[in-house]
């Protein structure tokens, strides 16, 4: 059974930089042939799928919020990170980190593990 959690800051001042790591255990984030991605969801608004990083290594982004999200991974803790800058009011959301054979999806169907989520503010 693969296990994802999310940890990291619940607050985050508008034009700082915000930090998760998602933690696996029950498989490695290197086996064949799946993206570990990150997910967001806003109040009121659908899953945003915000970027992702393949077994092999290959990072991908959502063209939208390129400019301003890195995702990186450690594969000796076998842990992938998300780091987006510049973040502000509309940022607040709860993020998810998820396993999938898709890239780029927004449907939680299309994901067969996910965190429980945690919530990020980033205040007025």
């Known amino acids: 059974q693969v296990q994802l959690q999310e940890s990291g800051p619940g607050l985050v001042k508008p034009s700082q930089t915000l930090s998760l790591t998602c933690t696996v255990s029950?498989?490695?984030?290197?086996?064949?042939?799946?993206?570990w991605s990150w997910i967001r969801q806003s109040p009121g608004k659908e899953l945003e799928w915000m970027g992702a990083?393949?077994?092999?290594?290959?990072?991908y982004y959502s063209p939208s919020l390129k400019s301003r999200t890195s995702i990186s991974r450690d594969t000796s803790t076998n842990q992938f990170t998300l780091q987006l800058s510049s973040v502000t009011p509309e940022d607040t959301a709860v993020y998810y980190c998820a396993r999938s054979q898709h890239l780029g999806s927004s449907r939680w169907g299309d994901y067969d593990y996910r965190g429980q989520g945690t919530q990020v503010t980033v205040p007025s």
């Open positions: 990083i393949r077994y092999s290594g290959g990072v």
């Open positions: 029950g498989g490695s984030i290197t086996t064949n042939y799946y993206y």
